[in-house]
């Protein structure tokens, strides 16, 4: 099962205690997926689809206790090839889609349709912050996702109004969250791209099992990602002696090819000797077999001055 389908049915089984909250949920779920139908006679029926049997429960559940409707549960397959089932609740015309409509701010108090209702965002819904986050849940639900943490972060809700993507936006700013707007054919997305805006956004949703993977899958993915850094410092290092002694090697060979070794100081001809018969020991460990000793800096010094001297003698 998909991580996103994980956080959506631990965030489908949430049902809020509050009716204010509840009334936010649900008016978020018609707007991502429903439909209105208006027939003969003006008779105003209803219907939502879900991909999600657990949504299709509780948008089910909701309509049932908000405003004791009739609904009936239609199941299909999308397509034969396709094993996704689609389930469709469906709201005949009764008195109380009215009363719904009202909610979603498409018609007004006296049941005449409004006019620009695509622009129309009934903002008493979202007053509250227990609603707000209520509202969040049902616009995750109806068209959300959330990709797993161990490949990128991204968390998105998709809706065809432009309106909507854009108060939902604000909705996620009021509990500072980043969240950016893009459109992708005929769709506007709204999306959160750092992982900790993720978790704080699964949050706020309540998915808090999701929270938890999430936290655990990303400490585990850094730590993995900090133990490759080291080696790959190490490496770096390694790589940066070889490529020092690869140089001194070269630059004593063309001092030798010149004017010889034997006419170099003591102190340079011994070093350059070493380095000759221990091609791939540290600058350190060189020291150490000089005689009389000396430290790392000294034999790196000589070497200094063998690479500057043989800067010179190239031919
Ligand atoms: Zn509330």
């Known amino acids: 099962m998909s991580f996103s389908l994980k956080t959506k049915n631990e965030l489908a089984r949430i049902i809020s205690h509050e009716r204010c909250c509840q009334l936010a949920e649900f008016a978020a779920l018609i707007r991502m997926d429903g439909t209105v139908q208006i027939s003969a006679y003006r008779r105003v029926s209803l219907s939502v689809t879900t991909e999600n049997a657990a949504v299709a429960r509780k948008i089910f559940k909701l309509a049932k206790e908000l405003f004791n409707m009739k609904t009936e549960i239609l199941m299909y397959r999308k ?4 094993k996704n089932n689609v389930y469709s ?8 889609v009215g009363k719904v409509l009202q909610l979603l701010g498409l018609m007004d108090e006296s049941l005449r349709w409004r006019t620009h209702a695509q622009d129309l965002f009934p903002h008493e819904l979202v007053e509250k912050p227990c609603c707000k986050r209520a509202y969040l849940r049902g616009a995750f639900l109806g068209g959300g996702s959330v990709n797993n943490p161990e490949g990128t972060y991204h968390l998105e809700i998709i809706t065809h109004s432009k309106f909507h993507a854009q108060t939902i936006a604000r909705l996620m700013h009021d509990y500072d969250l980043k969240a950016k707007i893009s459109e992708r054919k005929n769709w506007y997305v709204v999306y959160l791209k750092e992982s900790e805006q993720i978790v704080n956004c699964l949050n706020i949703l309540g998915a808090h099992q999701a929270l938890f993977a999430f936290e655990n899958t990303r400490i585990m993915k850094e730590m993995r990602n900090q133990v490759n850094r080291l080696v790959n410092c190490e490496t770096a290092n390694l790589n940066k002696t070889v490529n020092a002694a690869v ?4 630059a004593i060979n063309v001092i030798e090819s010149t004017i010889g070794l034997h ?9 350059a000797e070493l380095r000759l018969a221990h091609p791939d020991i540290s600058l350190k460990e060189l020291g150490e077999m000089a005689s009389p000793p000396i430290g790392k800096s000294g034999v790196s010094h000589r070497m200094r001055k063998l690479e500057n001297l043989a800067h010179k003698l190239r031919p």
């Open 263 to 271: 006419r170099l100081s003591p102190g340079l001809k011994q070093v």
């Open 89 to 96: 609740i469906r709201i005949p015309p009764q008195p109380q």
């Open 79 to 82: 397509n034969r090839l396709k």
């Open 247 to 250: 140089r001194q090697l070269e």
